[in-house]
């Protein structure tokens, strides 16, 4: 029902920057979660950074304060902005969207990274950080 597919990854110097792109087609639904996921080599697949269709976000630790993710609902795209990358950043990056929404209390919804709550995936973006 959902296609999702991922641009803008490839090959940069630790302290670079990267921005990925994630194209939604088919029947999308605008007030889903989105989320960006990696996986490194021999590790298992981890949250980066979810958005609401409000806009509220979320971000790993390991990233917070460096990657930005955004979305424009109107063009059904997702974007993850990343700088001052390091090594350990290099990975298969993963766009997915699903109804992973929770209630943080006081009227503010945020997105779960918990990778069971998305129904749908992209096919997966390499990203290799230097050192």
């Known amino acids: 029902q959902v296609q999702l597919v991922e641009s803008g990854g490839g090959s940069v110097q630790s302290g670079g920057s990267l921005r990925l792109s994630c194209a939604a087609s088919g029947y999308t639904y605008n007030n889903y979660c989105m989320g960006w996921f990696r996986q490194a080599p021999g590790k298992e697949r981890e949250g980066v950074a979810t958005?609401?269709?409000?806009?509220?976000?979320i971000y790993a630790d390991s990233v917070k304060g460096r990657f930005t993710i955004s979305r424009d609902n109107a063009k059904n795209t997702m974007y993850l902005q990343m700088n001052s990358l390091k090594s350990d950043d290099t990975g298969m990056y993963y766009c997915a969207t699903g109804p992973a929404s929770y209630s943080g209390g006081y009227g503010n919804t945020y997105c779960s990274a918990q990778l069971k709550r998305y129904s749908y995936w992209g096919q997966g973006i390499q990203v290799t950080v230097s050192s």
């Open positions: 958005i609401a269709s409000g806009g509220l976000t």
